[in-house]
């Protein structure tokens, strides 16, 4: 699908409303954050998703993943809904594996375009794929501790960052 059809399909009028919606339920799923148990519950989809990424990038950019946690669990300040730990997070793949929940954003907005050419009525079952958008988009955010582990590979960012900046101008 082209950019053109994605972008028709999330400004039209029924993109618009269930983009709403969609915003609706991840309001709902951050004010929630304080409710404990109903949080754990609404958001274990969001702790999957987000920590699967973790997982299979680890294991793709060889960090050699040796733990894997997504139940619950306290710690200092609050909870830690869930982890992945990698025994070689280096210089070559801390920026991948600490990002890797970002590769879900695009995931969502295809699962939303999907659901907007479907021409979806009002009903549970678009609630659910609402909710499902909604998910996949909060997972992609990574947390502090991710951003702290992408910055193991911080000259590879800056470096990837460069090389953008320098093929959007005419400089090649």
Not at 6 to 18: D, I, K, M, V
Not at 41 to 49: G, I, M, Q, R, S
Not at 89 to 116: D, E, H, K, S, T
Request: charged share 10%; hydrophobic share 55%.
């Amino acid at each position: 699908m082209h950019t053109a059809s994605y972008f028709a399909a999330l400004t039209s009028a029924a993109g618009q409303r269930y983009a709403l919606a969609v915003a609706v339920v991840l309001a709902l799923l951050l004010l929630t954050r304080r409710l404990g148990v109903i949080y754990f519950v609404t958001a274990f989809p969001v702790t999957l998703a987000h920590e699967l990424t973790h997982l299979l990038l680890g294991f793709l950019a060889h960090g050699q993943p040796c733990g894997f946690r997504v139940w619950p669990r306290r710690a200092a300040r609050g909870y830690v809904l869930g982890s992945v730990t990698c025994r070689n997070v280096r210089w070559y793949n801390g920026l991948f594996i600490g990002f890797a929940p970002v590769l879900l954003l695009p995931v969502a907005l295809a699962l939303l375009v999907w659901r907007l050419h479907a021409q979806p009525d009002v009903n549970a079952v678009e609630a659910a794929w609402a909710y499902a958008v909604a998910c996949l988009t909060y997972a992609s955010l990574p947390s502090w501790r991710d951003i702290r582990v992408a910055l193991t590979s911080s000259w590879l960012l800056i470096g990837v960052l460069v090389v953008i900046a320098i093929a959007s101008t005419s400089g090649w």
